[in-house]
């Protein structure tokens, strides 16, 4: 069974910075991409970075050049460092990756449980 097990949030002053972690354990062929999505009170859950197996990256307008996405492709990781952090990027953070169980299966989502993260101003 795959799990995603994110950790790195917590409340932090606006202009602050925060990093978080997700790591992918279990039985899987293929990690294909790996991201963050984000989803504050009220509203849509929204994308915030993802990365390809391959490194192509994709970054929410609201979040580029304040975070940076990154992978970790032997620990099945994927961090997401947060600089630069304003009252409106409060929200829960979670982990999600898009895994191919066997070689000749479908890959599927896999959601992590989510992290609060809080930014005061």
């Known amino acids: 069974q795959v799990q995603l097990v994110e950790s790195g949030g917590g409340l932090v002053q606006a202009g602050g910075s925060l990093r978080l972690s997700c790591a992918a354990s279990?039985?899987?062929?293929?990690?294909?991409?790996m991201g963050w999505y984000r989803q504050a009170p009220g509203k849509q859950r929204e994308l915030v970075a993802l990365?390809?197996?391959?490194?192509?990256?994709n970054y929410a307008d609201s979040v580029k050049g304040r975070f940076t996405i990154s992978r970790d492709n032997g620990k099945n990781t994927v961090y997401l460092q947060m600089n630069s952090l304003k009252p409106e990027d409060t929200a829960v953070y979670y982990c999600?990756?898009?895994?191919?169980?066997?070689?000749?299966?479908?890959?599927?989502?896999?959601w992590g449980q989510g992290t609060q993260v809080t930014v005061s101003s």
């Open positions: 999600n990756a898009l895994i191919r169980t066997s070689a000749y299966g479908q890959p599927r989502d896999y």
């Open positions: 279990g039985r899987f062929f293929l990690i294909n991409v």
């Open positions: 990365i390809t197996s391959g490194g192509i990256i």
